[in-house]
């Protein structure tokens, strides 16, 4: 019907075909444009309960939210206004000590969920909650000092993977929180006096009170996903050094030109720091024998492998950076590749497979 009515009107004026024509040719792209739309990724609400709390951790001072994105956990302790008028412990001067840090702990079974990646390779466990602290072997996480009379939010995020312990399929499990004293919202300067050797040093010091007045235990339930685990053999590196690439000088200083301090990193999922090596210095080969336990969602999940030169005052320089396919690797077998300024790059992958059945 409608090439039809072009037809028609476009006898007398070329000039309404072309309009028509094109106003369709639009409609049809625009269609097809939108077959290739990326999904949209929606946070996922997890429905939580109590199984315990004290008096002043109510609905009215906190809302605790926990959701699930990307194959991670958010959690989300958010105080509320009504906090102004929580009865904070004092100080000796009768100020209110309205600072402190929550403690977090993730819970399987009524026992603590443990991390079981090896921490000296620098996959630290912190890397699950990116530059935060851990206390110990298990997820367990310390919030900054805040200020509660300030309405704050606590917010972390934990990938499925570092619950590879879990067995797939679904799961409840228990997040516990809990602070043991207050402080100072802020420092103050005070002063030390050595008296032996006549001198003053000034520091930066909270007035604290061993108080715990907020504590938690909620449960939840997840779909635990299946967990692959790979092992990587880093077989050394070695620098282009030619008329694209030349690495001499790179770390130019004041006292010195020199080589380069090579480090190299795995990122996973996508772009998220995983685990970095140690840095060797000022050299085109890089010899050092790394070894990295990876864990990952899918047998041929992608990871990014980037190469860097250290540097002491300012921010690291990129040498190169590039994407693989876990399955690109032979099966427990050395490869040496290149890639951008590498001229060789060194690399045995073992794969595990499913390890969480």
């Given amino acids: 019907m409608c090439g039809f009515c072009i037809f028609i009107i476009a006898m007398p004026k070329q000039i309404f075909i072309i309009a028509s024509l094109s106003i369709i040719t639009l ?80 819970y399987y079974n009524n026992k603590p969920l443990a991390c079981t990646i090896d921490q000296s390779s620098k996959a630290g466990c912190n890397t699950y909650f990116r530059y935060s602290k851990w206390l110990s072997k298990t997820i367990t996480y310390l919030s900054d000092t805040i200020d509660l009379k300030s309405a704050p939010m606590i917010s972390f995020e934990i990938p499925f993977y570092a619950l590879h312990q879990l067995k797939r399929g679904p799961k409840e499990i228990e997040l516990r929180g809990r602070q ?11 002063a030390f006096t050595d008296s032996s050797r006549k001198d003053t040093t000034w520091k930066d010091v909270r007035n604290y009170s061993k108080t715990s ?50 480090y190299w990193t795995i990122d996973y999922p996508n772009r998220e720091f995983y685990c970095s090596s140690d840095y060797q210095t000022s050299t085109a080969h890089y010899d050092i024998k790394d070894t990295f336990c990876l864990f990952h969602y899918t047998p041929n999940d992608s990871i990014y492998i980037g190469v860097w030169d250290h540097d002491n005052l300012s921010r690291d320089d990129y040498i190169s950076y590039k994407r693989f396919s876990l399955n690109q690797f032979p099966q427990n077998k050395n490869w040496r590749f290149a890639f951008q300024n590498i001229k060789t790059f060194g690399l045995k992958v073992t794969r595990e497979g499913i390890i969480n059945k």
């Fill in 27 to 106: 409609l049809l792209f625009s269609r097809c444009v939108r077959v290739f739309e990326k999904e949209r990724v929606e946070v996922k609400p997890i429905k939580l309960s109590f199984s315990g709390r004290s008096a002043l951790f109510n609905e009215d001072n906190f809302d605790l939210r926990i959701d699930s994105l990307n194959n991670q956990l958010c959690v989300r302790l958010i105080g509320k206004e009504t906090l102004k008028k929580f009865p904070f412990p004092k100080d000796k001067n009768g100020e209110d000590l309205t600072g402190t840090a929550f403690t977090f702990e993730l």
């Fill in 180 to 190: 043991t004293l207050f402080c100072s919202a802020n420092t103050y300067r005070k």
């Fill in 213 to 262: 007045l907020l504590s938690f235990s909620a449960k939840f339930k997840i779909q635990m996903p299946s967990i692959c685990r790979s092992t990587l053999y880093g077989q050394g590196i070695e620098l282009r050094n030619d008329s694209v690439y030349s690495p001499a000088g790179m770390d130019n200083t004041i006292w010195n030109s020199s080589y380069p301090d090579i």
